[in-house]
């Protein structure tokens, strides 16, 4: 069974750290955070840290609208759609 630990920032639930044989995986819960969401740390502080600083960057960009919280799985889906996109040889016209 794997192990996880409640990521908090600033009494806020952010995410989960799951313990994997090679670290721990941040696993974002809310959209603020998602910056770190999968990102792989050799402790389970230094998830954290990656948490606060997804945190603390959302916080600079401004505050967060029920809207966007809601179209953040979406706005994840087509981020990825991009980067596979970046990675795929242009056709010539």
């Given at each position: 069974?794997?192990?996880?630990k ?10 989960a750290?799951i ?75």
């Amino acid at each position: 069974m794997q192990s996880s630990k409640v990521v908090e920032i600033d009494g806020v639930f952010v995410g989960a750290a799951i313990r994997l044989p090679e670290g721990w995986q941040f696993v974002s819960a809310d959209v603020r955070a998602s910056g770190a969401n999968g990102a792989l740390a050799a402790t389970f502080a230094d998830a954290q840290m990656l948490a606060r600083r997804a945190v603390a960057s959302a916080r600079r960009d401004g505050p967060i609208s029920k809207k966007q919280q809601a179209s953040g799985s979406f706005l994840r889906k087509l981020l990825s759609l991009e980067s596979k996109l970046q990675e795929t040889p242009r056709q010539p016209d």
